[in-house]
């Protein structure tokens, strides 16, 4: 749970939008001022201000470990991500299987929604089409037609780009 939270891109924006309003602060409040001038200088907010430490935000405990947490969330990020384009270069492709007329894809893990498929068709000729069919969670069906809509066998390459992967 913790990991999911630490890795999540939602915790990402959290926490660039807290950073955004420190920074905020560190712009409206004097940095490196004494507190002592603060109060002279007619500042208000004395209290929240002395709290929080917001005459010298940057070195804070509070902009610290907001920054510290960016840092472990994007690391985290980094590696989820690493991982899958590790396991999709190192997978091998099966190009006799492609050439079948009606092709069943079926992806390794289903995606959390529909994803949207992009398709890289080879050895085309004129009138020659492609119809995407069954497109679920899971994966799609692609036939390939000539210009007499007769089904025909064709190479193709596909990429799905979806959200999330469903969790079991």
């Known amino acids: 749970?913790?990991?999911?939270?630490?890795?999540s891109l939602k915790t990402s924006v959290y926490v660039l939008v807290f950073l955004c309003i420190l920074f905020l602060i560190g712009t409206i409040f004097p940095q490196g001022e004494?507190?002592?001038?603060?109060?002279e200088a007619g500042g208000k907010y004395i209290t929240?201000?002395?709290a929080l430490d917001f005459l010298d935000i940057f070195m804070s405990p509070l902009f610290i470990a907001a920054t510290f947490l960016l840092l472990i969330n994007l690391a985290l990020c980094l590696y989820d991500r690493l991982k899958i384009y590790l396991k999709i270069k190192r997978r091998p492709m099966?190009?006799?299987?492609?050439?079948?007329?009606?092709k069943v894809i079926t992806f390794n893990k289903a995606f959390q929604?529909?994803?949207?498929?992009g398709i890289g068709a080879q050895d085309l000729q004129t009138g020659d089409y492609y119809?995407?069919?069954s497109k679920s969670r899971t994966g799609f069906t692609i036939t390939f037609y000539n210009s007499s809509d007769t089904a025909i066998s064709r190479t193709?390459?596909?990429v799905?780009?979806?959200?999330g992967r469903e969790v079991t």
Request: no cysteine.
């Open 113 to 117: 929604a529909t994803p949207a498929i």
């Open 48 to 50: 929240i201000v002395r």
């Open 156 to 158: 193709f390459d596909y």
């Open 34 to 39: 004494n507190i002592d001038d603060y109060i």
């Open 1 to 7: 749970m913790l990991y999911r939270f630490l890795s």
């Open 94 to 102: 099966d190009f006799q299987a492609l050439k079948q007329h009606a």
């Open 131 to 133: 119809t995407l069919s």
């Open 160 to 163: 799905a780009k979806g959200y």
